[in-house]
């Protein structure tokens, strides 16, 4: 009762925290608008990380090889969106001449009418926070420029080499769909980057560990 009669926790604000358990000691005080979610709790919830690990590859692959930056400082959060039923008795005719689809006003849609279900909602990944990317030279230094970038990073993304045998998993299936849509972005003359990212990646980590 207390945590729903708190003002800040009006708002929530869920960070997909893939690279991180939870210590030991767990505090009984926290504030849904800035609220960890952490790799053992989402399994005990049984979300499915598996698939968050893979969207969150897409998103950091486009923004690495479409937008060309190191991703520095994005947020993952998960948002939602109420869903949205298409109302078929208002739906335009969709045989229109040339001169009536030139009278139409800007922004008509054939297929604008909707119903807004606030009760039923569909959850999304967000991503966060776009004003300390920058961009990099495709090249070594850039490289070492987005593994830097990437550990800098509250830790959204899973981790590797991984002591459990569940969070090596996960690493791999990221680390997989990464260097998979990588390919489809990438130049032919820089398509070894993608690869370096990930070969750097478990090299940084190895040397944090040890």
């Known amino acids: 009762d207390d945590i729903k009669k708190s003002a800040p926790n009006k708002d929530c604000l869920v960070r997909l925290y893939l690279g991180k358990r939870r210590n030991r000691h767990v505090s009984r005080f926290f504030q849904l608008r800035n609220f960890s979610l952490h790799l ?26 479409a937008v060309k930056t190191d991703a520095n400082d994005v947020e993952f959060v998960l948002g939602s969106a109420p869903d949205r039923t298409a109302l078929p008795e208002r739906i335009l005719p969709k045989t229109y001449t040339a001169a009536e689809l030139r009278k139409m006003k800007p922004n008509t849609s054939t297929w604008a009418d909707h119903f807004d279900d606030f009760k039923h909602s569909t959850t999304h990944i967000w991503m966060l926070d776009f004003n300390r990317c920058e961009e990099f030279t495709p090249d070594e230094a850039g490289m070492q420029q987005i593994v830097q970038a990437f550990f800098q990073n509250d830790p959204y993304f899973p981790r590797p080499p991984a002591e459990l045998p569940q969070d090596q998993e996960l690493w791999d299936t990221f680390a997989a769909r990464y260097l998979e849509f990588s390919a489809s972005l990438v130049e032919q003359e820089i398509k070894d980057l993608p690869n370096r990212f990930i070969e750097l990646a478990v090299l940084e980590q190895a040397k944090r560990k040890g």
């Open 40 to 65: 053992d709790q989402m399994e005990e919830l049984a979300l499915n990380v598996k698939e968050f690990a893979v969207h969150i590859a897409d998103a950091l692959t486009v923004m690495h090889w």
